[in-house]
């Protein structure tokens, strides 16, 4: 059976909204995304429309030298790959491509995100929260069920995925200017070359 990748990219910025989410949950990672390329050039969540305004949220593309991620001076976070049957990838895909088509439907699910903290759920079927559309895609795509509601899924639950982790530290590093010639998955590849020569020099 022929296989494809997924990716997750889990974060932890110093904004506002991140450290009130880490505050109350005390988790690793405030902020979850979906890739669906190596590069994380198909990257997509939900996350502020404005750089500057934390309040108005959407459904948007991501891209780690933009927004957010260009401001923070260091970035926590861990990008995971999953592999999955070619036919759910497809499905996963197609998901996606329904928010690209639709995206003026959907909102930021901010009730959700209050709820959430409170440990109650709550259901819009325009409205979500970053990781509650990671977790929309994968489940509706038959490749993951956390059996729980989806406003309650939080990005530390993806951690306990049958997933690899292809790079954890600051993803800064990923887009550091005298990297810019070299893509991502080349700048990933390398990190999980080193992370393998180190465990096996110890």
Not at 50 to 72: D, S
Not at 116 to 122: Q, R, V, Y
């Amino acid at each position: 059976m022929k296989k494809a990748y997924l990716y997750i990219v889990l974060t932890r910025t110093n904004t506002v909204i991140s450290r009130l989410i880490h505050l109350f949950t005390r988790d690793r990672y405030t902020h979850a995304t979906l890739s669906l390329d190596k590069d994380l050039q198909e990257m997509y969540s939900f996350a502020r429309k404005y750089t500057h305004n934390p309040f108005v949220g959407r459904f948007k593309q991501e891209h780690l030298e933009e927004g957010i991620y260009k401001k923070a001076k260091h970035l926590p976070g861990v990008v995971l790959e999953i592999e999955v049957p070619l036919k759910n990838y497809a499905e996963a895909r197609d998901v996606v491509e329904q928010f690209i088509a639709n995206r003026s439907r959907y909102k930021y699910n901010v009730r959700g995100l209050i709820y959430g903290l409170l440990n109650k759920p709550t259901t819009r079927d325009d409205r979500f929260l970053c990781s509650q559309f990671v977790y929309y895609v994968l489940n509706e795509s038959g490749i993951v069920d956390f059996h729980i509601p989806a406003n309650l899924v939080r990005p530390d639950d993806f951690l306990d995925l049958d997933a690899h982790i292809i790079y954890e530290g600051n993803l800064k590093d990923l887009v550091a200017e005298d990297e810019g010639l070299y893509p991502i998955r080349v700048r990933l590849y390398r990190w999980v070359r080193n992370r393998l020569s180190l465990t096996k020099a110890s």
